[in-house]
Structure formats: structure tokens, C-alpha cells
């Protein structure tokens, strides 16, 4: 069964940083655009970033110049370096794989940006 592990959440200091990791466990062909989503309590889930399989790369106006998406695709992995975090960052980060077929999710990664 084809699944997405996520990894790397966690508690972390305003101004910190964190990288988020995502790897398709199973076999899987065709990955088109990796991506993060993240939902905060009491608001929609909302695009982070995504790359395309030729690596063309967007993100949400909240993360520009903070966040950095990169893929793996040797390993089939998406990550999401996040630095200069802002406590407005915290939320369950979702990382999402599409494929030709449909989209795989990930279970989530709980991000708390506090001092």
C-alpha cells in the first residue's frame, strides 16, 4: 500500500527553523507536483508550497523568502526547509503527492512556532 511518512515537526522558537520531510513509501510512478499544505486551528487548509516535476517551484505570499520547497526524486521525497519562523507558522503541515491518478496525503505534521 502506497503511503506518504512525514517527518521533522516540532516545537520551535520564533525565529527558528525546521525542515519537514515527506517520503512516498511504495512503489509509485508518474509523481507530477509534490507539495505542503497546513491548517491552522479554526481555518481552511491552505496551499504552502509545491514543486513540479521539473522543479518549477511557488509559494503562498505568507512564506516567500522563509520557505524553501525541494524534491528528491531518486527518493521520491518532498521537503520543506522553513526558517525565520513566525508564530502565525503554527499548523498542521500536510504534504500532498499528485499524481496522474488522483493525490496521496500525508497524515500530518503538527508545527508550533512559541517562546
Known amino acids: 500500500q502506497v503511503q506518504l511518512v512525514e517527518s521533522g515537526g516540532g516545537l520551535v522558537q520564533p525565529g527558528g527553523s525546521l525542515r519537514l520531510s515527506c517520503a512516498v513509501s511504495?512503489?509509485?510512478?508518474?509523481?507530477?507536483?509534490m507539495g505542503w499544505y497546513r491548517q491552522a486551528p479554526g481555518k481552511q487548509r491552505e496551499l504552502v508550497a509545491d514543486?513540479?516535476?521539473?522543479?518549477?517551484?511557488s509559494y503562498a505570499d505568507a512564506v516567500k523568502g522563509r520557505f524553501t520547497i525541494f524534491r528528491d526524486n531518486a527518493k521520491n521525497s518532498v521537503y520543506l526547509q522553513m526558517n525565520s519562523l513566525k508564530p502565525e507558522d503554527t499548523a498542521v503541515y500536510y504534504c500532498?503527492?499528485?499524481?496522474?491518478?488522483?493525490?496521496?496525503w500525508g497524515q500530518g505534521t503538527q508545527v508550533t512556532v512559541s517562546s
Open positions: 514543486i513540479t516535476s521539473n522543479l518549477t517551484t
Open positions: 500532498i503527492v499528485r499524481l496522474s491518478i488522483g493525490s496521496l
Open positions: 511504495g512503489s509509485i510512478f508518474n509523481i507530477n507536483t
